[in-house]
C-alpha cells in the first residue's frame, strides 16, 4: 500500500515562512492534499493540487510537487501563532480512498 | 449552508459493547468516508458509502461496519469492542467522484474502558 511520510515536528518564528514536507511511495496518486487539524477539531482542506501539476498557490500557501521524487511541500508564508495546528498531507487515486500522511505538530513562536 | 455533523462528539463504551456512530453529510453530498484516528496509527481510513453502496473499504476487521441511508446519512457500527478501538472517528462528506474535495466533521471521541 501506499506510504506517506512527514517529520513530526516543526518548530518556526511569527512571521517566517514554515515549509512542511511529505514523501510518497506510490506514484499513481491523482490528487494530493494538505489539511489543518487543531486541538479538538476535525480536518480542515487546505489547498489540493493534481498531479499533473507541479505548483499551486493560494494567498500565503504554496504546494510543490516533485513526482520525480514524489515529494510534496506546503509552505505558509508569513507563518501566524494561528497556524499552530498539525498539518497532513494526504494523497488519493481515485474515489474517496484517501491515505495521509503521519502529520506534522507546527508551532508557532510568537 | 450547514457542514458536516457526527452524533454524539464523545461516548465511552466497556470492551464487548457495540457502538453506533452517526455522520449527516453536507446537504446535495452523496459520499461519505469514514476514518479512524489514533495516536500510535495516525488517520487510516474505514470505508466509503456512495448512493447507499460501500464503494470502498480499508484494512480493518469485520467488526467494524457502516451503511448508508436514501438521504446520505451514514452510520458506522462497532461490534464487541476492544481498548484499542478507542480512536476519534471522523466521518466526511463529499459530492461524488474522483476530483470532489472532502469536509471533514467534527468527529466522534470513543473511548473503551
Known amino acids: 500500500g501506499e506510504d506517506v511520510e512527514q517529520s513530526l515536528f516543526l518548530s518556526v518564528r511569527e512571521g517566517d515562512s514554515s515549509v512542511i514536507n511529505c514523501t510518497y511511495t506510490d506514484s499513481s496518486s491523482t490528487y494530493l492534499y494538505w489539511y489543518k487539524q487543531e486541538p479538538g477539531a476535525g480536518l480542515q482542506l487546505l489547498t489540493y493540487i493534481f498531479s499533473n501539476m507541479d505548483m499551486k498557490q493560494d494567498q500565503r500557501l504554496t504546494v510543490l510537487l516533485n513526482k520525480k521524487d514524489k515529494h510534496l511541500s506546503l509552505r505558509i508564508a508569513d507563518t501566524q501563532t494561528g497556524d499552530s495546528a498539525i498539518y497532513f498531507c494526504a494523497l488519493s487515486g481515485g474515489y474517496q480512498k484517501v491515505t495521509f500522511g503521519t502529520g506534522t505538530k507546527l508551532q508557532v513562536i510568537p | 449552508k450547514a457542514g458536516v455533523t457526527q452524533t454524539p462528539r464523545y461516548l465511552i463504551k466497556t470492551r464487548g459493547q457495540q457502538v453506533t456512530l452517526s455522520c449527516s453529510p453536507i446537504s446535495g453530498h452523496r459520499s461519505v468516508s469514514w476514518y479512524q484516528q489514533t495516536p500510535g496509527q495516525g488517520l487510516q481510513f474505514l470505508f466509503e458509502?456512495?448512493?447507499?453502496?460501500?464503494?470502498n473499504k480499508g484494512n480493518f476487521p469485520g467488526r467494524f461496519s457502516g451503511r448508508q441511508f436514501s438521504n446520505s446519512r451514514s452510520e458506522m457500527n462497532v461490534s464487541t469492542l476492544e481498548l484499542g478501538d478507542s480512536a476519534l472517528y471522523l466521518c466526511a462528506s463529499s459530492l461524488a467522484g474522483t476530483s470532489s474535495e472532502q469536509f471533514f466533521g467534527p468527529g466522534t471521541r470513543l473511548t473503551v474502558l
Open positions: 458509502y456512495f448512493s447507499e453502496t460501500q464503494r
